[in-house]
C-alpha cells in the first residue's frame, strides 16, 4: 500500500464547476500537506499548504485536512479552463518535514 | 518564492552515458533536493543536497548512480550515472528555507536515454 493515494483521473468538468479533488494517506505522523499544481512540461508550483487539520481558503481554491480520516481535499470553485492541469497532494511528518510524499497527482481538464 | 533555473531542459542521451543536471536558485536557500519523476507516476525524492557535505540519499538511491555536488547556498548538481532506458525520466530540482515546510520546484529535466 503506497503511503499517499491519489485518483489520477482524469476528471473533466465543463467551466465553472465546483471541483473535488481528494487524498488519503496511511502515515499519521503526516502533519505538513499541500497542493501542487503541475502544468504540461512544467514544474510543480505550489498552490496551497495546511499545517494539522481545518480548512484554508485562498481566492477560489480551499484546502481542508481531517488527520482523522487521514483524508485531504482540494475544492476549486468556478473552474476555468485555464485550471486544467494535474494536481499533486504532497505532505510530510514533523521529524522529517522537508521530505515530501507525494500523491500520484489527478489529472485535471475544464473545458469551456 | 525563489526563482529555480534547471538546465538542459530536456536531453535525449546513449545508455550508458552520463548527464549532470544543473539547478540555480536566484537566492539563498538552506535546503536544497532532488526528485525523480517517472512516467505516470508521482515524485519520489532522491537526496538532499547538503552543502559542503555528502548528499544524504533516499532508500533506493546511491552516490554512485547518483552523485550531486552543492557547493553553494545556491547551486547544486544531479550527475545520472551509466544511465539505461530504465532512466528516462523528469528530473526535479526542489529548494526549501530552514523550518518552512514549504518547497518551491525547478522546472525539471525531461530525460530520454534510448
Known amino acids: 500500500q503506497k503511503e499517499v493515494e491519489q485518483d489520477p483521473g482524469p476528471l473533466s468538468v465543463p467551466e465553472g464547476a465546483i471541483v473535488s479533488l481528494n487524498c488519503t494517506y496511511s502515515?499519521?505522523?503526516?502533519?505538513?500537506f499541500m497542493w501542487y499544481r503541475q502544468y504540461s512540461r512544467k514544474g510543480p508550483e505550489l498552490l496551497m499548504y495546511t499545517y494539522s487539520s481545518g480548512n484554508k481558503e485562498d481566492g477560489r481554491f480551499t484546502a481542508q485536512v481531517d488527520k482523522s480520516s487521514k483524508y485531504i481535499s482540494l475544492f476549486i470553485r468556478d473552474s476555468q479552463p485555464s485550471d486544467s492541469a494535474t494536481y499533486l497532494c504532497a505532505m510530510s511528518g514533523s521529524r522529517d518535514y522537508n521530505k515530501l510524499i507525494f500523491g500520484a497527482g489527478t489529472r485535471l481538464a475544464v473545458h469551456p | 518564492s525563489a526563482v529555480i533555473s534547471q538546465k538542459p531542459s530536456r536531453d535525449i542521451c546513449q545508455r550508458g552515458t552520463s548527464l549532470t543536471i544543473q539547478c540555480q536558485v536566484d537566492?539563498?536557500?538552506?535546503?536544497m533536493f532532488w526528485y525523480r519523476q517517472q512516467p505516470g507516476q508521482s515524485l519520489t525524492l532522491i537526496a538532499t543536497?547538503?552543502?559542503?557535505?555528502?548528499?544524504?540519499?533516499e532508500s533506493g538511491f546511491v552516490i554512485d548512480k547518483f552523485p550531486i555536488s552543492r557547493p553553494n547556498l545556491t547551486f547544486s548538481t544531479l550527475t545520472v550515472s551509466n544511465m539505461s532506458p530504465e532512466d528516462s525520466s523528469i528530473y526535479l530540482c526542489?529548494?526549501?528555507?530552514?523550518?518552512?515546510?514549504?518547497?518551491?520546484f525547478g522546472q525539471g529535466t525531461r530525460l530520454t536515454v534510448v
Open positions: 543536497a547538503n552543502q559542503g557535505s555528502e548528499a544524504t540519499y
Open positions: 526542489s529548494v526549501g528555507q530552514g523550518s518552512s515546510t514549504e518547497a518551491f
Open positions: 502515515n499519521s505522523a503526516f502533519q505538513y
Open positions: 537566492s539563498q536557500v538552506t535546503m
